[in-house]
């Protein structure tokens, strides 16, 4: 089995939660004691990156230090997959002789990279960054998403509203109303109420 995780040590509920992958356990070891001794909780390690994927699902951490190249999948399609299911910031460790895939870490969405060997005082300002970085585009991709929905909203009421206003010959101003009063009286959103009209029989309002 290349999952060598033991079960987590329960520590402080605000240490951040992190993931070691890494095929070579005296690094991995390292690793642990060095993130342990700054108070980071370890929820599990990883010799490829297929276990890193199911552990980073399982685990739920704030961050995966991921090696690069590992058995099986190795960490950059790991990594990228991590990613795109928005399970963790995830900060790649590469050898010297790995900087040219560095360039490919970034575009497979790792949020900070780590040359190997390095020290602790190398590592932490690292982690730093990368949870950062991490939280920064969770906030931008949330945003995002809102003012998407808010979009989407505007339209299925606009539409809404015009199916009133042609076949009730009501105002913009009384199809409006006529809509939020319905989503009062419902506890439903606008969006449905204007998904309803739009898909239905009109109801008095």
């Known amino acids: 089995m290349a999952d060598t995780s033991a079960a987590p040590t329960p520590r402080s509920l605000d240490a951040p ?3 070691i992958a890494e095929d070579e356990a005296i690094i991995r070891l390292d690793l642990k004691e060095m993130l342990e001794e700054e108070g980071f909780e370890v929820v599990g390690e990883a010799a490829d990156g297929d276990a890193a994927m199911r552990l980073a699902a399982e685990r739920t951490p704030d961050l995966v230090i991921m090696d690069i190249k590992m058995p099986g999948t190795d960490g950059l ?15 790649i460790l590469t ?3 790995q900087k040219d895939l560095v360039k490919r870490a ?5 949020m900070g990279y780590l040359v ?3 020290q ?4 932490l300002p690292a982690i730093e ?17 809102s003012l998407e ?17 042609d076949s009730e010959g009501m105002s913009e101003a009384d199809a409006f109303r006529h809509i939020q009063k319905r989503a009062m009286n419902e506890r439903i959103s606008m969006a449905q109420v204007a998904t309803d009209i739009l898909e239905g029989p009109i109801e008095p309002g």
């Open 120 to 123: 602790k005082s190398d590592l």
């Open 149 to 165: 929905k808010q979009l989407e909203t505007r339209k299925l009421v606009d539409r809404a509203k015009g199916r009133l206003i």
């Open 95 to 97: 050898a010297f002789s």
């Open 129 to 145: 960054i990368a949870l950062a970085r991490h939280q920064q585009m969770s906030s931008v991709k949330a945003e995002s998403e």
């Open 17 to 19: 939660r992190v993931l």
């Open 116 to 118: 190997k060997p390095f």
């Open 77 to 91: 399609t790991a990594a990228e997959s991590i990613v795109s299911d928005d399970l963790a910031a995830v900060l």
């Open 106 to 110: 970034a575009e497979a969405g790792a």
